[in-house]
């Protein structure tokens, strides 16, 4: 797959202000590739396209949030009226939150979905057809290893991943024979800003967990999408952490999953107020006691 067959295909990066989609760009960049970045802040594309020219390619930077109803629309306006195409899109923007679902704000989990799912797949469907019809390009959706496991106290995190995972990997067997490449990419926790926004760099499973450098999320991203694979597990831990999540039952899995993302102080899902560690988590110590 050559980026340089038709000068005006241009590889559109989709959260591309910071974190992996900063670091994709500037890896594509380096193939003298059109790159398209988008995101919301106006700082962090400049910054991301400073980076691109350096590297050695065109870049194009669209300030808009991908959440708007009418964001596919605009953004392929944009690209008609710079006399652009999108070749490979990569969605990497997503954001995802660290508590009890009903404890979290109902409108801030719906983010949730509206990022990580409708305008992924808004975003995925309006390019996609005009990649088969011209049997080239692709997609990079970045995924995560949450995508392989239910994930109490981030639930909806965990099943936005999932869901993009499923999602990639059935587009990548329909398309297979097209010459377009649908790729997964999934990785453990990686050393940006998600951590501690979410909240999840505060509790145990996430400091267990070794931390991947972007660069190499990216590296290995786009190394897997240009082999035409359907699923990129970058890191040895997060490929331990797939497999186990395939073996263990979840009687097991659920309850080790919901301990490793809970800290002492949260307050109990159950809405008394009270710690958890003070109400319903010291109710089944107690009951657990008495077996």
């Known amino acids: 797959m050559s980026l340089q067959e038709e000068a005006r295909f241009a590889v559109v990066v989709v959260g591309a202000s910071r974190g992996i989609g900063r670091a994709m760009a500037k890896i594509v960049a380096r193939e003298k590739a059109v790159v398209v ?14 980076d691109v020219r350096e590297a050695g390619g065109e870049a194009h930077t669209l300030e808009l949030d991908i959440v708007a109803s009418d964001a596919s629309t605009r953004l392929g306006d944009f690209l008609s009226e710079n006399g652009l195409v999108c070749d490979i899109l990569i969605n990497s923007a997503g954001y995802g939150l660290r508590g009890a679902a009903t404890i979290l704000p109902v409108g801030d989990q719906l983010g949730i979905v509206d990022l990580n799912i409708r305008a ?28 392989f ?20 990997e059935a587009l990548h067997q329909e398309l297979r024979a097209t010459g377009v490449t649908v790729t997964c990419v999934a990785p453990g926790p990686v050393s940006t800003e998600f951590l501690e926004k979410s909240g999840a760099g505060r509790v ?5 967990l070794p931390k991947l450098d972007s660069a190499y999320v990216a590296e290995r991203a786009w190394r897997g ?17 797939a497999v186990t999540a ?38 089944r110590r107690q009951s657990a006691g008495s077996r």
């Open 149 to 168: 496991l239910p994930g109490p106290n981030m639930a909806l995190y965990y099943a936005s991943k999932s869901f993009v995972r499923s999602f990639s």
């Open 204 to 208: 145990t499973l996430f400091k267990i």
């Open 120 to 147: 992924l797949t808004d975003l995925t469907l309006r390019f996609l057809p005009e990649m088969a019809a011209r049997r080239r390009g692709g997609v990079i959706n970045l995924g995560s290893i949450a995508g």
């Open 225 to 241: 999408f240009k082999s035409g694979r359907r699923l990129v597990v970058p890191g040895i831990s997060a490929k331990l952490v």
């Open 246 to 283: 395939r073996l263990l039952p979840s009687v097991v899995l659920l309850p080790l999953v919901g301990r490793l993302q809970r800290r002492s102080g949260d307050p109990c899902p159950c809405g008394s107020g009270k710690k958890f560690n003070e109400c319903c988590g010291a109710g």
């Open 37 to 50: 970045l988008v995101a919301r802040s106006s700082e962090g594309l400049a910054a991301a396209a400073t």
